[in-house]
């Protein structure tokens, strides 16, 4: 068990019940934003510009948003991306690999370079390493959910390719997520590839793919009937009239 990803829930639960408590009465802090305890002052002490807040509000939409094509770490993802390329487009036979050198920028190397232990077979020590998502694409030639579970981490083929993986710093990477992967074979040959963009998902179809994968993975998977009303509703969200609708959509007893 890790708890790297109850931070999410925490932050969700805090506005919930922060959203309750407005709606019975609650008082709050009136100036949260400028105030001398508030949110500008905590995250930019050295200065901020108010201004941005509204400038060209109402006519430019920056989102500052990426969808991740693949479900682990983005330090992870330029790596297991040149890996994936590589057995694309080359025969690689994964019991053929003698080792891989990812080499990666210091930025990176502190998030997921450090050696692949399967110590408590969370799916989190896929999703934060190197190692595991680098011989997870050479081996399965894929990134996908099924392949972060307590099963698939501690399948033998992968963690034994995985120790082979070896990243380690280079400092002449400037790009902060750039990565180069080297494999080479047990007879000498070597196949390597530089990638220093993060893949992202760009295609609103894309997008609704990885909605209905996710969806379809859960615990307790969404019925196929409410996850296609769910993207109906949100590509027409400006019409909708209650919003609730979603949350009841997406919440099965």
């Excluded at 074979?185 to 963009?197: I, L, P, T």
Aim: net charge negative; hydrophobic share 35%; aromatic share 8%.
């Amino acid at each position: 068990m890790s708890a790297v990803k109850l931070s999410c829930g925490f932050t969700s639960r805090s506005g919930v019940e922060s959203a309750i408590m407005a709606q019975r009465g609650f008082s709050g802090i009136r100036n949260v934003l400028q105030g001398d305890f508030g949110f500008f002052q905590l995250f930019s002490r050295d200065g901020y510009d108010v201004n941005a807040l509204t400038d060209q509000l109402g006519e430019k939409f920056p989102t500052g948003y990426h969808s991740k094509i693949r479900p682990h770490c983005g330090t992870t993802q330029p790596a297991t991306e040149a890996a994936l390329r590589l057995v694309h487009e080359n025969i690689i036979d994964p019991k053929e690999v003698s080792h891989v050198i990812v080499d990666v920028s210091p930025d990176v190397y502190p998030i997921t370079g450090h050696p692949f232990r399967l110590e408590n077979k969370s799916p989190v020590e896929g999703h934060f390493h190197l190692a595991y998502t680098v011989a997870n694409a050479i081996l399965r030639k894929d990134s996908k959910l099924e392949h972060f579970t307590e099963e698939s981490i501690s399948d033998p083929e992968v963690v034994e390719l995985a120790h082979k993986v070896h990243p380690i710093i280079n400092r002449s990477i400037n790009e902060p997520l750039a990565a180069h992967v080297a494999i080479e074979m047990r007879d000498g040959k070597k196949y390597s590839r530089y990638e220093n963009k993060f893949p992202q998902i760009s295609d609103i179809e894309d997008i609704r793919k990885k909605f209905r994968e996710c969806v379809a993975f859960g615990s307790k998977p969404l019925a196929r009937e409410n996850c296609e009303k769910i993207i109906d509703m949100v590509g027409r969200l400006e019409d909708v009239d209650d919003v609730a609708e979603l949350i009841r959509l997406a919440v099965q007893n």
